[in-house]
């Protein structure tokens, strides 16, 4: 099985600053097809998640472009520029080479 | 716009079946992969499966026999059954579509979570 590890747990961040969170996978994610398998999801407090990055670093439609995915192998790298008040949230990255594997989830909130 | 509601018991006994139903509406499930995450209270997320139209269907290997899933066409719901449950399945539970992008220079499309239901809480408690 994949087992997914992000870091950090908690990130305070404070707003118009950027924020990078990371997401290690037990084995490369790269397919015979050349793309990554990877997702990021938000879960806002008391929302269900909604997705932001596909494929490692596709934005999903309506997703601003102030957040960016990147990586390869087993590293991999969700970027916020400038986060703002209404990204506080849990991010969690998710494999999908092999089923599907979750990472443990990472805090943002506002300084 | 697809829409996806959860529906089931909110309490469950110990050792029984734990069965839910999302309902489709906004496009036909005839179309897409769906599935199915759920998240233990204070935790993080779980993914338990994914069913397609053809009756097709992938489970997290954590959960070994204890899962399956189904769907109803006629109905336009799919459907989670988790047998002999204890406290430890006691969550959030989540339905979800999976939305397939086409991978460029290949065959293959991508699939990934784009509209999730609000989720349905589940007690496991005698």
């Known amino acids: 099985d994949i087992v997914v590890t992000q870091s950090p747990d908690s990130l305070p961040v404070n707003p118009g600053e950027p924020a990078s969170i990371s997401c290690r996978s037990s084995q490369s994610l790269l397919h015979r097809n050349g793309q990554y398998y990877l997702d990021w999801y938000l879960q806002k407090p008391g929302q269900s998640p909604q997705v932001l990055i596909y494929m490692g670093s596709n934005r999903a439609p309506g997703v601003p472009d102030r957040f960016s995915g990147s990586g390869a192998g087993t590293d991999f790298t969700l970027k916020i520029s400038r986060v703002e008040a209404e990204d506080v949230g849990v991010y969690y990255c998710?494999?999908?080479?092999?089923?599907?594997?979750f990472g443990q989830g990472t805090k943002v909130e506002i300084k | 716009q697809v829409r996806l509601q959860e529906s089931g018991p909110g309490l469950v006994k110990p050792s029984e079946t734990l069965s839910l139903t999302c309902t489709v509406s906004?496009?036909?499930?005839?179309?897409?992969?769906w599935s199915w995450i759920r998240q233990p209270p204070g935790k993080g997320l779980e993914w338990v499966g994914y069913?397609?139209?053809?009756?097709?269907?992938n489970y997290n290997p954590s959960l070994g026999s204890r899962v399956a899933l189904s769907l109803d066409t006629s109905k336009n719901q799919f459907s989670l059954q988790l047998r002999s449950v204890t406290a430890a399945d006691t969550a959030v539970y989540y339905c979800?579509?999976?939305?397939?992008?086409?991978?460029?220079?290949?065959?293959?499309?991508?699939?990934?979570?784009?509209?999730w239901g609000k989720g349905t809480t589940v007690a496991v408690s005698s």
């Open positions: 979800a579509k999976l939305n397939p992008v086409p991978v460029p220079a290949s065959s293959y499309y991508y699939h990934y979570l784009d509209v």
């Open positions: 069913i397609y139209y053809t009756g097709s269907t």
């Open positions: 998710m494999q999908t080479l092999q089923t599907r594997t």
């Open positions: 906004g496009d036909s499930i005839s179309r897409y992969y």
